[in-house]
């Protein structure tokens, strides 16, 4: 009985507004998938229903972490970002899936380190820039470094992808940590300066032409622009109401390229249209607001720039792949947390989350004491 | 900690501006330009149909074809557009009524095998002609949603006289497919399968031309979105010389084996046969499944291009190389004399000459001249099997000769290494013996006999076979001593005016060469000629190889004689 009440006590005192958006999209996304998947070989039902157990084992999961807290997980930080870096090295040894070597299997198990590494990179910066906080150049190149050394292993994968995702977390948090405004001008100015460079010498072919075309579709639109445009057709007809679940064409004819991953949103938006967007966009605004809350009544700096991280790392992904169906941001192949399909993507979010929500518990406790 | 709360505030309004940016966006695309986007939606056909590249064609060195491409029709369609079994039924009846042959089940297997992606156009009915195709196309009854499609058909107007050289095209398969990935193949594409066709896929192919369509709901093309024209691919002009070409594949036609002829200079391949010959038109069409395996399965093994692919050992056309090898490592000179009694006795064995009564004392020109095994037993034992392996890396024995052809043997260069490798025993000095007469363990590939008679021509250079210019390579000097040399020339010249290579000297050009006979196990004797003319300033190599011809003398030296003959008389 003492473990159903200090949890409906916890539940209590953490933000449910937070924890109900996420669940929210969550179940919508488990739909979503179905009606995007169907299109294929009538595989809707088996990937809704594997989604459907990820989010029950992500929701457990999530609660697990509330509860141990993330007093303790900051405690094991720095051996948890070595054990990643472990991860993330031996994946480089595993062998490719559609190009990159992003899947870590144990046994009939696989999974992508990558998602999990957003975690740790999260908790090891939240705990060294509290004890080195990033003020003068010396600390600064610290914390660089240990920016650093995971994009390089995910970049050898080769996922750029992941490698954009810790950058722009990783920029998030430097910004929340109060890192002088010069140092930050310098950072952007030397990332400005790298985008030729990048996309000269280190760009693949295939991730040149995704920027090309997202400077102009009509360039290629037999090739890299026919995603763009398929998308766009099948966002923008959908209206102000949408075509309603399940009858959305762009997807169930296959004009989509997956459907249930990267441009699962331009199926929500064929089905949903403009309303059911705005209703998604001010799900994912009131999250990632609830999350920048927990951080400002927090009273720890950890906690603090902790919650500048998981804020970071959804909105990134969430605008970019919004963006992307509608054309305003590059194809980056980045899920749509809470709706991509995924088990990995899934379960790292909702890690996060209780971290979060373990945060708004001490908040509150920490109120409560005054 | 203010700076903390600061930055984080700053952060709620950032997460706020851009949902804005984000629901303008949506309203643009959703509501302000709605309804182009529903429309396009609605009759949102964008299709992608791919011309095929006429492919580069292919000629001999006089510009006579030896690849041409020919117009056919192709019925193309998308897989969306027969995904029921009525559909596929209906176009089998239509198919069926025009007199061509193709049942719904053969329809359908067509379709699962091209299904790459739905919006991706495949072929559903290759081969037609232009009067076929116009007949299907006025049916009232045809499909409007499927459409012909010119294609070209390759076809091979020299057929089985060159095509083990030039080989043949056909469908790529998945295999293929895979791993040319990055190469811009897709489903149905004709691909080089072997010889030229293959080996210079990639200048030959072209690139394929492709069309958007923006088609309505029954499939008409409604506007053309984008167009890039097909390119026709490269044409290749091969250094063959039909003439000479056709008169090897006629001086085979009773043999089995192999008989080619080459520039000693360049390596440019004049004739490349290689008998029994095979027809490349059929199997560029697309043959059925038991013509295949009865090609594949003929115990005379049609497809295997002796002239580079056939391993046999030199037999006595080895001499030549064994006297080079000798006289460089001073083991032996010119004066050196042998006695041959007609065998040597060497450990409890006895090896015999060739002629059981001897031939006496023999320096080495005598001895290639009369081809005494005797002389080069001894020659052998003297020089030793570490220097003769040495030798023959230098001439690149056991390795592929480079000739711009898939599919090429690298022979053996054997050796005591190899040995104790693949037999687990030691190299014995009986070994070497044998070896010293190019039986045993050594094998080699016609063309690289030619090669090394070749270096022997042109004062010890090592060409690079080709047969076409793209494939040439720059000669590598192999540094042999032209004294040497000369004495090793004067030996090949005996053979052929004095010698047991007469018979390859009686069609007016001056031959220089030496002939071979190889010892069969499985039944009679391969018989062997390797000579280049004319002997004084020599311009040609030729090489003949033929299996159970018993001697080398009486059938393969003609063969080269002729050979030679034509090439220096046109």
Not at chain 2, 142 to 149: I, Q, Y
Request: proline share 5%.
């Amino acid at each position: 009985m003492g473990f159903w009440n200090s949890l409906r006590e916890d539940l209590t005192l953490t933000d449910r507004v937070m924890l109900l958006c996420a669940v929210t999209l969550s179940v919508w996304g488990v739909f979503c998938i179905y009606s995007a998947a169907a299109g294929g070989a009538g595989k809707g039902f088996d990937y809704a229903f594997r989604q459907a157990v990820w989010l029950l084992v992500s929701i457990i999961v999530m609660i697990t972490i509330m509860r141990i807290g993330h007093n303790a997980l900051l405690e094991g930080a720095y051996p948890l970002y070595g054990l990643m870096l472990l991860f993330l090295a031996l994946t480089l040894l595993t062998p490719k899936v559609k190009g990159a070597q992003s899947w870590f299997g144990v046994g009939g198990f696989r999974f992508q380190p990558s998602e999990f590494a957003k975690i740790s990179i999260i908790l090891m910066m939240s705990k060294f820039m509290s004890r080195y906080p990033p003020l003068d150049l010396k600390t600064f190149m610290m914390c660089l470094g240990v920016i650093l050394l995971p994009v390089v292993l995910v970049l050898i994968q080769p996922d750029a992808g992941s490698a954009l995702v810790y950058l722009v977390i990783s920029f998030g948090m430097l910004i929340a940590a109060g890192t002088p405004l010069k140092y930050l001008a310098g950072l952007v100015g030397l990332g400005v300066g790298a985008v030729p460079l990048m996309f000269f010498f280190f760009l693949k072919d295939y991730q040149k032409n995704r920027i090309l075309v997202f400077i102009d579709p009509m360039r290629d639109p037999l090739g890299a622009g026919y995603n763009v445009i398929q998308s766009r057709i099948a966002v923008g007809s959908g209206g102000w109401t949408g075509k309603g679940f399940m009858m959305g064409t762009q997807s169930k004819l296959k004009f989509l390229p997956e459907p249930h991953t990267d441009f699962i949103f331009s199926v929500f938006s064929e089905e949903f249209g403009f309303i059911g967007n705005i209703i998604l966009l001010v799900l994912f605004t009131l999250l990632i607001v609830r999350v920048i809350l927990s951080g400002i009544r927090s009273k720890d700096r950890r906690s603090k720039i902790l919650s500048a991280g998981v804020a970071s790392w959804l909105w990134f992904q969430m605008f970019e792949s919004v963006g992307m169906s509608i054309g305003i941001t590059p194809v980056t192949g980045l899920p749509l947390p809470f709706l991509s399909y995924g088990g990995s993507s899934l379960l790292a979010t909702f890690i996060a989350l209780g971290l979060v929500a373990s945060i708004c518990i001490e908040g509150a406790n920490s109120r409560h004491d005054f | 900690m203010e700076i903390l709360d600061s930055r984080l505030k700053l952060f709620l309004w950032l997460t706020g501006l851009s949902s804005l940016i984000l629901v303008t966006g949506l309203c643009f695309c959703q509501i302000l330009q709605g309804d182009k986007y529903v429309s396009l939606a609605h009759s949102n056909r964008l299709r992608m149909i791919r011309f095929p590249a006429p492919r580069g064609e292919i000629f001999d060195r006089n510009g006579v074809p030896l690849a041409v491409n020919d117009n056919t029709f192709s019925i193309m369609g998308y897989p969306l557009d027969l995904n029921t079994p009525e559909k596929l039924e209906h176009l089998s009846k239509i198919l069926m009524r025009h007199g061509i042959p193709f049942t719904s089940s053969d329809i359908a297997r067509t379709v699962k095998q091209q299904r790459l992606a739905p919006y991706r156009v495949m072929r559903i009915v290759p081969n037609l002609t232009m009067t076929q195709m116009a007949e299907l196309v006025a049916d009232y009854d045809f499909p409007r949603e499927l459409f012909p499609l010119s294609v070209w058909r390759r076809t091979y107007p020299a057929g089985p006289t060159a095509a083990n050289i030039i080989g043949y095209v056909g469908e790529i398969s998945e295999t293929e497919l895979k791993a040319r990935s990055d190469e811009g193949y897709t489903g149905g594409d004709l691909i080089g399968k072997s010889g030229i066709e293959r080996s210079y896929e990639a200048v030959l192919r072209g690139s394929p031309g492709q069309e958007a369509l923006e088609v309505d709901a029954r499939g008409r093309k409604v506007r053309t979105l984008d167009a890039n024209q097909a390119v026709k691919g490269e044409d290749l002009h091969l250094t063959l010389d039909m003439g000479a070409q056709k008169l090897a594949v006629e001086l085979l036609k009773n043999w089995k084996g192999a008989l080619l002829a080459m520039d000693v200079h360049t390596g440019a391949v004049l004739a490349l046969a290689s008998s029994p010959v095979y027809d490349n038109n059929p199997l560029a069409w697309g043959v059925s499944g038991r013509e295949w395996n009865s090609i594949m399965n003929d115990p005379d093994r049609p497809m295997l291009d002796r002239a580079i692919a056939g391993v046999y050992p030199p037999a006595s056309t080895f001499k030549a190389f064994m006297s080079i090898a000798s006289l460089e490592e001073n083991t032996i000179n010119q004066n050196t004399i042998f006695s041959c009694r007609g065998g040597l006795r060497f450990g409890s064995h006895l090896f015999k000459c060739w002629r059981h009564s001897g031939h006496g004392a023999l320096n080495v020109i005598g001895g290639l001249q009369h081809s005494c095994d005797v002389f080069f037993y001894q020659a052998g034992l003297k020089t030793g099997i570490e220097k003769l392996i040495k030798w023959g890396r230098k001439f690149h024995l056991g390795e592929p000769t480079g000739i711009d052809l898939p599919g090429e043997s690298g022979g053996n260069i054997a050796g005591p290494e190899w040995k104790m490798r693949r037999f687990n025993s030691v190299w014995a000095g009986g070994d070497t013996v044998n070896y010293s007469i190019g039986q045993g363990y050594m094998l080699m590939t016609p063309i690289q006999i030619a090669r090394v008679y070749a270096a022997i021509a042109n004062g010890g250079k090592m060409v690079t076979p080709h047969l076409c210019v793209k494939g040439y390579r720059t000669p590598e000097n192999i540094g042999l001593n032209p004294a040497k040399l000369e004495i090793v020339r004067r030996g090949l010249e005996a053979v052929v005016t004095r010698g047991t290579g007469a018979r390859a000297g009686r069609f007016g050009v001056q031959v220089a060469g030496k002939t071979g006979t190889a010892q069969n196990s499985h039944g009679d004797d391969h018989a062997l000629f390797a000579g280049y003319a004319p002997a004084d300033n020599p311009r040609y190599v030729a090489v003949a190889v033929i299996e159970g011809g018993k001697h080398g003398s009486s059938v393969a030296g003609p063969l080269v004689g002729q050979l030679l003959a034509h090439l220096l008389s046109h």
